[in-house]
């Protein structure tokens, strides 16, 4: 993670644009704010962006309109400012390719901590010492390639992923037919800490499903042990 990351705000809230802006800038971070999705796309070419804090109640065009156009840039990570009862909203932005949220009203220095991590994880950092990365993990005719934080589909050509895709696809590919339940893989993509996100594991696993060409219906690859969670089903092969 670079030393100053700049974040895009956007929320249609004065006050709390005024209040993340100067909080995060307080942490060491840049950041930039825009009013809605308009003012979000102009001021996208101005600066490279490394994370965007992003409110799904904006006027005009909807903050999950603007994920999708997020999404159709390149792989930015976003996390969501969302109300309280929005729960169909949230699961549509995590199935857009969120990689986090926040539920209003909240408390700046939890916002904090999430955006920490998502930069941590697609940055590539980790939270402690670990073996250097193999070059190349193989399965089911797949190639991840953790050195370069790449997916290459069976053909050799690369698959895009979100960081929290890649998260969990690395999680999966570690422990290999091993069975992991919901609360174990809450605990080693974000920590209990983090709060339940049951729905949003699956949701995360369904559209990591899509990307390896999985089908829901009868995967062959991440399978659904009822009443347990996930599986990889596959054999993995290191280099």
Do not use: C
Not at 89 to 105: C, F, H, N, Q, T
């Amino acid at each position: 993670m670079e030393a100053q990351p700049h974040i895009l705000v956007v929320d249609d809230d004065r006050e709390i644009r005024d209040l993340l802006s100067k909080f995060l800038e307080r942490q060491g971070m840049r950041v930039a704010a825009a009013r809605d999705a308009k003012e979000a796309r102009r001021l996208w070419p101005l600066g490279r962006y490394h994370l965007v804090v992003l409110d799904l109640m904006l006027p005009g065009e909807s903050g999950l309109d603007f994920a999708k156009w997020l999404r159709s840039q390149g792989d930015v990570p976003i996390v969501m400012l969302t109300a309280m009862a929005d729960e169909t909203d949230r699961i549509v932005g995590l199935e857009l390719g969120a990689d986090d949220y926040l539920s209003k009203p909240f408390n700046p220095r939890e916002l904090l901590a999430r955006v920490r991590a998502v930069l941590r994880r697609a940055s590539g950092e980790g939270g402690s010492a670990k073996e250097p990365p193999a070059k190349a993990v193989r399965f089911g005719g797949w190639t991840l390639e953790p050195a370069r934080r790449r997916l290459l589909n069976p053909d050799g050509a690369e698959v895009p992923l979100t960081g929290g895709e890649y998260e969990l696809l690395q999680v999966l590919v570690e422990r290999p037919n091993r069975v992991l339940t919901r609360d174990m893989l809450m605990d080693l993509l974000r920590g209990r800490q983090a709060g339940p996100f049951d729905r949003a594991i699956d949701v995360a696993v369904s559209r990591l499903r899509r990307k390896l060409e999985d089908d829901g219906r009868n995967p062959s690859l991440i399978k659904t042990v009822r009443g347990g969670g996930y599986v990889l089903a596959a054999t993995v092969e290191r280099s």
